[in-house]
C-alpha cells in the first residue's frame, strides 16, 4: 500500500479486481474449518493527484484467513451457527492497520433460513483488531475495533446448476479514529454474483459490488472472482453406507445401521455414493451393506413390511428425477429379494425431487437429496 500525498482525497473512483482462494475441511456434522487467500488482481484508481490517497503498490496476496464454524442446530429449512475467523495482514505499509500490526479476529453469530425457493442469511458479529502503529507521514490512524453485519439472499436456478446470489455487508466503528479523508469510518457495501458447482469438492462463483457508504473499506466498484475446495469430513461417524436416521432429523445419520434393539418403525438411509453416477446401478459397496441390512431384517421377531423410498436432488428435469428414483428404488428392492427377503414385504416407490432434507443450492445439499431411505414396519 502506498500514499500518494497527505491532502483530503475527493472526487475519485476506485475499481477492483479481486479473486479469492478458499479451502475447508469438515471436522464432523456439525464442524468445519477453513483458509482462504484473498488475491489483488487489478485496480483502477482515478483521482486529482493534488489530493489525498492511497493505491496498492503491486497486486497479489492481501491477507490470509482462517475460520471455522460450528452450527448450534439445523435442518433444511434453517439453522443457528457460531463462526471465528482470524485475518492476517499481508499488506507492507497498511495505514488502517498500523506497523507491526497483530491479527484481527473476528466472532459472528450466523443464521439462515427458507423462504421459499429462496434462502436468506444474516450474520452479526464484533471484529477486534490488534493495531500497530501510525504510519509515518500519513493522516490516517489504524482502525480499531468493530461491529459487523451482513445479510445476503440466493436462489437457485436448478435448470442451469446455477445459484445466483445478492449480499448486503458493512461495518460501524467500535472506537474512533482520525482519519483524514471525505470517506466515512463506516462502510456499507452491496454485491450481486453466481456461484458453480463444477465437481462435488469444486466451486467458482463470481460477482460484482459497489459501495452503499462512501467508507473506508469499500472501494466504489468491485469485480470479484473465486474457488471454493471442500474435503471432508475428516472423522465419520459410521463406517456403514446405510445409516438408523433420527426422525427429528433425516439428514443427519445416527448409529449404525445394525445396532440396536428392533422396534416396532425403523428408518434408514442411504446415500447416492451407493449408485453409479446418473444411473440406478448399484455400487458393490452398496451390496454388502444391503446384505447386512438384509440379515438384521430376518432377525426375530421378522418384519410386516419394508418401503423402499428413491429421492433426487433436484438438477434435471422433474420428470427424468422421478422416474431415476422410481428406478433407483426398484433397483433396491430387487437387490434386496434376492439377498433373501420375501418380494411380498418390500415395496419400492419414487419421490424424485419433491421431499428434499437439504438445500439443492449447493453440491452438499444435493449429495444429502440424492438418498435411498428404508421404512421398516415390525
Avoid: C
Avoid at 56 to 81: C, I, M, P, W
Avoid at 156 to 174: C, N, R, S, V, W
Avoid at 282 to 297: E, G, H, I, N, T
Amino acid at each position: 500500500y502506498e500514499n500518494v500525498d497527505t491532502q483530503s482525497r475527493t472526487n475519485f473512483a476506485d475499481t477492483l479486481l479481486s479473486a479469492d482462494l478458499n479451502m475447508g475441511v469438515g471436522l464432523g456434522p456439525n464442524w468445519d474449518a477453513g483458509v482462504s487467500f484473498p488475491f489483488l488482481l487489478a485496480q483502477d484508481v482515478n483521482s486529482d493527484v493534488n489530493n489525498f490517497r492511497g493505491e496498492f503498490a503491486q497486486t497479489g496476496v492481501t491477507e490470509v484467513r482462517v475460520n471455522t464454524k460450528y452450527r448450534l442446530f439445523g435442518d433444511q429449512s434453517h439453522g443457528l451457527a457460531l463462526v471465528g475467523s482470524l485475518n492476517f495482514n499481508q499488506i507492507e505499509n497498511n495505514p488502517f492497520a498500523g506497523e507491526g500490526a497483530g491479527p484481527t479476529m473476528n466472532i459472528e453469530v450466523a443464521g439462515d433460513r427458507m423462504i421459499g425457493p429462496v434462502a436468506w442469511g444474516v450474520n452479526f458479529g464484533y471484529r477486534k483488531r490488534d493495531p500497530g502503529r501510525q504510519l509515518a507521514n500519513i493522516p490516517v490512524e489504524p482502525l480499531g475495533n468493530q461491529w459487523i453485519a451482513s445479510t445476503a439472499l440466493s436462489y437457485l436456478l436448478p435448470t442451469y446448476d446455477i445459484k445466483l446470489i445478492g449480499e448486503l455487508f458493512g461495518a460501524i466503528p467500535a472506537q474512533q479514529s482520525s482519519f483524514a479523508s471525505d470517506r466515512d469510518l463506516s462502510s456499507l457495501e452491496a454485491l450481486v454474483g453466481m456461484k458453480i458447482d463444477v465437481t462435488p469438492s469444486l466451486a467458482w462463483h463470481a460477482g460484482a459490488g459497489t459501495e452503499v457508504i462512501h467508507g473506508t473499506s469499500s472501494p466504489d466498484w468491485r469485480v470479484y472472482s473465486g474457488i471454493n475446495y471442500v474435503i471432508g469430513p475428516v472423522f465419520a461417524k459410521s463406517k456403514d453406507v446405510i445409516v438408523r436416521v433420527d426422525k427429528a432429523n433425516l439428514a443427519a445419520p445416527g448409529s449404525d445401521a445394525f445396532t440396536g434393539k428392533p422396534q416396532a418403525s425403523e428408518e434408514f438411509v442411504a446415500r447416492d455414493v451407493l449408485f453409479e453416477f446418473d444411473s440406478d446401478n448399484l455400487a458393490p459397496l452398496f451390496l454388502q451393506s444391503l446384505q447386512r441390512l438384509v440379515d438384521y431384517l430376518n432377525q426375530p421377531p421378522g418384519f410386516k413390511m419394508l418401503v423402499i423410498e428413491g429421492h433426487t436432488d433436484s438438477i434435471g428435469s422433474t420428470e427424468y428425477n422421478q422416474g431415476l428414483s422410481e428406478r433407483r428404488a426398484e433397483s433396491v428392492r430387487k437387490a434386496m429379494i434376492k439377498l433373501g427377503l420375501s418380494k411380498d414385504k418390500v415395496q419400492s416407490i419414487g419421490f424424485g425431487e419433491t421431499r428434499p432434507v437439504a438445500d439443492n443450492g449447493n453440491y452438499q445439499g444435493r449429495a444429502l437429496n440424492r438418498r435411498v431411505e428404508f421404512k421398516l414396519t415390525r
